[in-house]
């Protein structure tokens, strides 16, 4: 039963919230942001059956495309890696419950506490113990790779409302120490300068970066599931054997729908499932660390991203190569590498990495921002119908990351002019910006800028109503309304009233479709941009 008072306190809440709201739309009557004759052709395209709209990756932008290709196409990537499942959505849920209920339920005893509350919560409502939304087949989706010389796809399923997606944040969890603890492990860019700044690295010394070819499609299932369980046994972890199980169920009933068909994958696993880098990171470490330890006395410094290598050699070219074709040798069916060689510079993530001024004068690496030159530099518009401050925090962030990626104030100061050009040109005013770029701190206070700040434990209760931002709702006084009459709460439950805004509905996710056939197209004259 609800505690005394809560209900009480929800209904007249509810009322202040919405007469707030209401007068607030009173005060700041609603002006359509898009005229008749947008509202419409907008309609005309997401009523139009024979066009898809899709994102492009790398988040340049949206693609147009024919159903009938797009469709083409989706079935072609899927074909790879999938099968089709002759069954409906609702008997693929029970069956996925059904055999996860009957490989976990014995394990039970066995398991933390903690550990099994969560999994004996996810067996008995059949919904995500945290959520408690019930369960769904993913809905399968393409980006288009509109930046490669022959066009590409990536697949990406939203594995998020899968039903062993709770198993895989288990997993995560489980994996995450040995990961961290893996020799060749890094957490971001940060992570990265802070171990690559005390490295002394010769002239003849070489950059070599590597990337594994589409690594998340291409990972077979039973090698995946023996090199985690092998590593987690390696690092100590009493959780080897179950995470060994509980991998097993999440790739064996991984599937998605598209185009009105159930997919059953049976190799590689899907880009949104919970546990897929700290899995992918694992495998990856044990496929090749017989490989990278027969080489070692040429690899002075060696970091990896998932999938995107890099490391210092100090060896004779020809070793390299022998190094390169013994990484290619491991498993030529499923591991396959592009390399990238030179003594001066290298690319990794959204840093370049050379011999500059300050290698010459410390032996220490030079470093700048990584910008694609298919980047096209789509920042939030000043007129999109976002917070201000939300606007101020973005370019304070971007600021902030050019000043830790540029170890040289010359690069810091290009690339904070084409930041302020770029943003001009998105029609952000000169006073808005002049503000905003004071707000970061100057390139001399850089090395402060990497030290990690250590999160505050607490259990303080904080209450949240999370809404759809707009300029209506933000004047509504949400806050004060919420907080008025919380005297009717129990006293565990008297705490900080907060409003969260969500980012608002686009135009692009009002037309990219997720899944076929498309739901019927509603009116987009109300919504934001």
């Known amino acids: 039963r609800p505690p005394a008072g809560l209900l009480e306190y929800i209904d007249v809440t509810k009322d202040k919230v919405t007469a707030a709201a209401v007068q607030a739309a009173e005060i700041w009557r609603r002006i359509p942001n898009l005229s008749f004759a947008h509202r419409k052709a907008l309609d005309r395209i997401r009523k139009d059956k024979e066009l898809v709209i899709s994102f492009a990756d790398k988040n340049l932008g949206l693609v147009a495309d024919s159903a009938a290709n797009y469709l083409r196409h989706g079935e072609r990537v899927l074909s790879e890696s999938h099968s089709i499942v002759e069954d409906c959505a609702s008997n693929i849920v029970l069956i996925t419950m059904d055999a996860m209920r009957s490989t976990l339920t014995p394990l039970l005893p066995e398991l933390p506490d903690w550990m099994a509350v969560w999994i004996t919560t996810l067996l008995a409502t059949a919904a995500h113990p945290r959520t408690r939304k019930k369960f769904l087949v993913p809905a399968f989706r ?272 290009e690339i904070r002019a084409r930041f302020w050009d770029r943003l001009r040109a998105r029609g952000y005013p000169v006073g808005f910006l002049s503000y905003a770029f004071r707000q970061a701190p100057r390139h001399s206070a850089r090395l402060t800028l990497f030290r990690v700040v250590e999160q505050s434990q607490t259990t303080e209760r904080k209450h949240v109503l999370i809404v759809n931002y707009s300029a209506v709702m933000a004047r509504a006084t949400l806050s004060r309304a919420l907080y008025a009459e919380r005297y009717l709460l129990p006293m565990h439950l008297r705490s900080d009233f907060l409003v969260a805004w969500r980012v608002p509905r686009k135009l692009a996710a009002l037309l990219v479709p997720f899944r076929f056939n498309l739901p019927p197209p509603t009116d987009v004259g109300t919504n934001n941009t």
């Open 142 to 413: 393409l980006l288009y790779k509109i930046h490669k010389e022959k066009l590409g796809f990536r697949g990406i399923t939203g594995n998020f409302c899968w039903a062993t997606q709770p198993l895989a944040e288990l997993v995560a969890f489980i994996c995450h120490d040995a990961v961290v603890s893996s020799n060749t492990y890094v957490r971001d860019t940060d992570h990265f300068q802070s171990d690559l700044d005390g490295v002394s690295v010769d002239w003849d010394c070489l950059l070599v970066t590597y990337d594994v070819v589409n690594l998340y499609p291409t990972i077979p299932h039973l090698i995946c599931i023996a090199a985690v369980k092998s590593m987690l046994e390696e690092f100590g972890s009493p959780l080897a054997y179950f995470v060994a199980i509980a991998l097993e169920l999440i790739l064996q009933f991984n599937f998605c729908e598209f185009n009105g068909k159930i997919w059953r994958e049976f190799k590689g696993y899907a880009t949104g499932v919970s546990c897929g880098a700290e899995c992918a990171h694992l495998y990856l470490e044990y496929q090749t660390r017989a490989v990278v330890d027969r080489y070692r006395e040429f690899i002075i410094f060696h970091r990896r991203f998932i999938d995107d290598g890099f490391l210092l050699w100090k060896g004779p070219a020809q070793k390299l190569q022998e190094f390169q074709q013994a990484m290619a040798a491991i498993d030529p069916a499923n591991l396959s590498f592009t390399w990238n060689v030179c003594n001066r510079a290298a690319v990794f993530l959204d840093v370049n990495v050379y011999k500059g001024a300050f290698w010459a004068a410390t032996s220490r690496l030079d470093t700048s921002v990584f910008q694609k030159a298919v980047n096209k530099y789509l920042y939030l518009p000043f007129s999109t119908e976002t917070p201000r401050h939300v606007l101020l925090g973005f370019i304070k962030g971007e600021l902030l990351r050019y000043i830790k990626r540029c170890s040289s104030e010359t690069d810091f100061l």
